[in-house]
C-alpha cells in the first residue's frame, strides 16, 4: 500500500476510534447525569403510628454471608425477622440510599451514582416526616444531608476516605469505626422519637481493599458487628424499632473487592426488622426475601408516615404486628399509593419493548455499515485466507487472555473502587492495542485493513447490544452487564485505531527514509 492511501485508511481508523469514544462517553454521561423527571406533590394520608422511633441502620458494603457473622444480627432477628433484600442497580451506596428512604428506583429518584448530589425531586420518609411533624436524624457521611438538604432535623457527618492498602493493614479502618461510634451512640440516644438512620461504613474499605471473603474483611465487619450491637444496646427501650441492612455487598476478585454490577454477592444483602410494632417469635434467616425499595415504605407504615408517593416497593405487613384493622387501612393506603404511582411512572415492561423497537432502524443501518466495512476490509487483506482467519483468531485469544490476566471483567464490580476507573479503561485499551499488534503480525502487508476488519467484528457486537439492551439510559437504565460490555468494546476499537495510526506513521516514516537513501 502506499503511503498516501494508509495515511488515508489511518485517518478513517481513527475517526471511528473517536467516534466510538463519543459514543461511549454519551452512554455514560445519559447515567451519570440523569435527572429524575418525576415529582409528586399528591397528598397521601398516614396512618397510626406502630412504634415511636424507628432505627435504620445502613451497613456499607456487607455481603450476606459476613452478616450471618454478625452477632448483633443474630440476636435481632430472633425477636423478629431475618432475610436478604435484592439491591437496586447499579448496586453503588448513594443511590441504595436514595432508594432506602424513597422506595424509587435510582432512575426514578435521580441518584444514579455516587458523584451524583442532586437531591431527589420526589417524595421521601424525610419529606413526609417534615410535613407530618415527625423527627429525623441521620448519623452518617455527608451524602445524606448533601441528597435530602433542609429535610433532616438532626445530623451528625463523619466523612473519611478509608484506605488499607497498599499496608494491608485493617488498623486504621477499626480505630477510625470505634471513634465513629464512640460520638454515635451518644447522638442517637438523644433523638427520642422518629425516623433515626445511622450509617456504619467502615466494612466497604476493608471490602475493596481486601476482597468480599477476606480475613481482614470478616475482621472489620465485626467491628461494625460490635457497634450496631452498641447502637441497640443503647436505644431498645421496647418503644423502638429497628431496621438493619446493608447498601449492597462486594466481590472477591484476586483478593480485591467492589460493587455496582450485578453479581448476586453484590445485589443480595442482609435484612433484619425487629422491635416494636413488628411480630416477634424469632424466623431463621433466609425468612424474608424482599427488595431494597420496600424498605421506604416499611419504615413508613411504622412510623404512621404517608408512603413514599413514587415508592415502588410495598411494606412488608407480614411481618408488621397490625390488628385485622390496621391491617385493612394498611393495605387500602398501599394500594391508592401503587396506583399513584403506576400514573406517575411508565411502566417499565412495555417502555423498554417500544424503546426497543425505536432502536430497529438505527441499530440494523449501523450493523449493515459496520457489516460491508468489516466485508470489504476482510477482501483488501493482502495475505492468504488462512493467515486473515489466523489474525482475527489471534486477536481475539490474545485480547480475552490479556483481558482476564488484567484482571479485567465485563462488570462495574471488577473496577474495584471509583478511582480506579481511567486504569480500568486504559489496561482494557492497552490489552486491544496489543492484540491488534499481534494479529497484525500474520497480515504484516495490510495492517490497517486488518484493524478496519477488528473495529468493524467489535461494532457489530455493539450494535447487537444496542439493540437488544440499549445503550443509554432512555426512561430505565439499560442492562448493566450488557452495556459495561459494550462500553470496553468501543474503548478497544479506538485503542485499535490509535495503534493503526502507530503503524501508518512507520510505514511512511520508513518510506521517506527508503526515499532518501
Ligand atoms: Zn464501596
Redesign the pocket.
Known amino acids: 500500500m502506499t503511503p498516501k492511501k494508509s495515511g488515508k485508511l489511518a485517518a478513517v481508523l481513527l475517526a471511528l476510534g473517536v467516534t466510538a469514544v463519543v459514543v461511549a462517553d454519551s452512554a455514560w454521561k445519559t447515567v451519570s447525569q440523569h435527572r429524575s423527571p418525576y415529582h409528586s406533590s399528591a397528598n397521601l394520608p398516614g396512618g397510626e403510628p406502630l412504634t415511636r422511633r424507628a432505627v435504620l441502620i445502613v451497613l456499607?458494603?456487607v455481603r450476606v454471608d459476613a452478616a450471618r457473622d454478625m452477632r448483633s444480627l443474630q440476636e435481632l432477628e430472633r425477636r423478629g425477622f431475618g432475610g436478604t433484600l435484592t439491591t437496586i442497580l447499579p448496586s453503588?451506596?448513594r443511590p441504595a440510599r436514595a432508594t432506602l428512604v424513597t422506595g424509587a428506583r435510582p432512575e426514578v429518584h435521580g441518584v444514579m451514582t455516587?458523584g451524583a448530589h442532586q437531591p431527589p425531586p420526589i417524595p421521601s420518609l424525610f419529606s413526609a416526616a417534615r410535613a407530618t411533624g415527625v423527627h429525623t436524624a441521620v448519623a452518617g457521611d455527608s451524602s445524606w444531608a448533601r441528597a435530602f438538604p433542609d429535610q433532616i432535623d438532626a445530623v451528625q457527618e463523619f466523612d473519611k476516605e478509608l484506605h488499607a492498602s497498599p499496608t494491608r493493614d485493617a488498623g486504621p479502618i477499626l480505630e477510625w469505626q470505634k471513634q465513629v461510634c464512640d460520638a454515635m451512640v451518644p447522638f442517637l440516644q438523644q433523638q427520642s422519637s422518629g425516623l433515626l438512620v445511622a450509617g456504619v461504613t467502615a466494612p466497604?474499605?476493608a471490602?475493596?481493599d481486601f476482597g468480599g471473603r477476606s480475613e481482614l474483611y470478616a475482621e472489620v465487619v465485626q467491628a461494625a458487628d460490635a457497634c450496631v450491637s452498641r447502637i441497640i444496646g443503647a436505644l431498645d427501650d421496647g418503644e423502638t424499632t429497628f431496621l438493619i441492612t446493608s447498601d449492597?455487598g462486594?466481590i472477591d476478585h484476586r483478593g480485591q473487592?467492589?460493587?455496582g454490577g450485578t453479581e448476586p454477592e453484590v445485589t443480595t444483602v442482609p435484612f433484619v426488622l425487629a422491635g416494636k410494632g413488628v411480630h416477634s417469635g424469632g424466623q431463621p434467616l433466609d425468612a424474608v426475601q424482599a427488595s431494597q425499595l420496600d424498605v421506604a415504605p416499611t419504615l413508613a407504615a411504622l412510623l404512621g408516615l404517608p408512603l413514599p408517593a413514587l415508592a415502588e416497593g410495598r411494606p412488608l405487613e407480614l411481618l408488621l404486628d397490625l390488628t385485622d384493622q390496621q391491617n385493612a387501612e394498611l393495605r387500602a393506603r398501599s394500594d391508592q399509593q401503587q396506583a399513584l404511582m403506576r400514573q406517575l411512572l411508565p411502566d417499565p415492561g412495555s417502555t423498554a419493548a417500544s424503546e426497543r423497537i425505536g432502536r430497529l432502524t438505527v441499530s440494523s443501518t449501523i450493523a449493515m455499515a459496520l457489516l460491508g466495512m468489516a466485508g470489504l476490509a476482510l477482501f483488501r487483506i493482502d495475505a492468504p485466507w488462512m493467515r486473515r482467519l489466523l489474525a482475527v483468531l489471534t486477536f481475539l485469544l490474545v485480547y480475552a487472555a490479556l483481558f482476564w490476566a488484567l484482571g479485567l471483567q465485563y462488570s462495574l464490580s471488577a473496577v474495584v473502587?471509583e478511582e480506579y476507573l481511567n486504569s480500568f479503561f486504559l489496561r482494557n485499551a492497552a490489552a486491544a492495542a496489543v492484540a491488534f499488534v499481534a494479529a497484525a503480525l500474520w497480515t504484516p502487508r495490510s495492517p490497517l485493513w486488518l484493524g478496519l476488519l477488528l473495529q468493524g467484528l467489535l461494532g457489530l457486537r455493539v450494535a447487537r447490544t444496542y439493540y437488544r439492551f440499549g445503550l443509554f439510559l432512555e426512561t430505565y437504565l439499560p442492562n448493566l452487564d450488557a452495556s459495561f460490555r459494550s462500553y470496553l468494546d468501543l474503548l478497544a476499537m479506538a485503542a485499535i485505531g490509535a495503534a493503526a495510526c502507530l503503524f501508518a506513521l512507520t510505514l511512511r516514516l520508513r518510506a521517506g527514509r527508503t526515499r532518501v537513501s
Do not use: E, K, M
Request: hydrophobic share 15%; no cysteine.
Open positions: 456499607d458494603g453503588l451506596s455516587n466497604d474499605a471490602g475493596h449492597h462486594h473487592g467492589g460493587h473502587r
